[in-house]
T-cell receptor, first 115, second 115 residues
Framework: DGGITQSPKYLFRKEGQNVTLSCEQNLNHDAMYWYRQDPGQGLRLIYYSQIVNDFQKGDIAEGYSVSREKKESFPLTVTSAQKNPTAFYLC??????????????FGPGTRLTVL | AQSVAQPEDQVNVAEGNPLTVKCTYSVSGNPYLFWYVQYPNRGLQFLLKYITGDNLVKGSYGFEAEFNKSQTSFHLKKPSALVSDSALYFCAVRFSSGGSYIPTFGRGTSLIVHP
């Protein structure tokens, strides 16, 4: 899982609560990403960031928010507006901005369960 | 728009036999193609990528993939499967120009290697 850490590994949330998933990388990468993984649906992009203090919505951004105040950190908040948040969440990073040949490096993931 | 398809949800192979996991893509430009592997409850690990040059790409753990432009395919192969190869495999595509630099992932193929 390289130099990307995600915490916690497991997270339980009650309905109506906001929760924040942590993602930290020590690879000095500019770009960072958040994906959601559901069985049989592959990876779906939630948000991505190409540079500090900038981020863009992905395919399924509704009910989620992010910040990128530091190069090494890209936390994801799952808000109460996300109707079905139970899933496996993956953070990734890659070297550059707008570089199509870059390899993505993934963290170990956080499994979120709504009770 | 860029897209990638993994036509098989599951591939079963006996240990010691060759394995193939299929991937096809749709493109309006030149593709950059990636294969990742995911073990249970873990993040994705990079296996190999095709950027340009030789159509046969060799990667980690004895895997290789062949880029076939006429068939728009990038199938993952290994000459002799191991039980430890059992995992979820993802194909991803990016395009060199005219499209988003954000990769698009297939839905994944579960590889099961039987002893």
């Amino acid at each position: 899982d390289g130099g990307i850490t995600q915490s916690p590994k497991y997270l339980f949330r009650k309905e109506g609560q906001n929760v924040t998933l942590s993602c930290e990388q020590n690879l000095n990468h500019d770009a960072m990403y958040w994906y959601r993984q559901d069985p049989g649906q592959g990876l779906r992009l939630i948000y991505y960031s190409q540079i500090v203090n900038d981020f863009q919505k992905g395919d399924i951004a509704e009910g989620y928010s992010v910040s990128r105040e530091k190069k090494e950190s890209f936390p994801l908040t799952v808000t109460s507006a996300q109707k079905n948040p139970t899933a496996f969440y993956l953070c990734a990073s890659s070297i550059g901005r707008n570089t199509n040949t870059d390899t993505q490096y993934f963290g170990p993931g956080t499994r979120l369960t709504v009770l | 728009a860029q897209s990638v398809a993994q036509p098989e949800d599951q591939v079963n192979v006996a240990e010691g036999n060759p394995l193939t996991v299929k991937c096809t893509y749709s493109v309006s430009g030149n593709p950059y193609l990636f294969w990742y592997v995911q073990y249970p409850n873990r993040g994705l690990q990079f296996l190999l990528k095709y950027i340009t040059g030789d159509n046969l790409v060799k990667g980690s753990y004895g895997f290789e993939a062949e880029f076939n432009k006429s068939q728009t395919s990038f199938h993952l192969k290994k000459p002799s499967a191991l039980v430890s190869d059992s995992a979820l495999y993802f194909c991803a595509v990016r395009f060199s120009s005219g499209g988003s630099y954000i990769p698009t992932f297939g839905r994944g193929t579960s590889l099961i290697v039987h002893p």
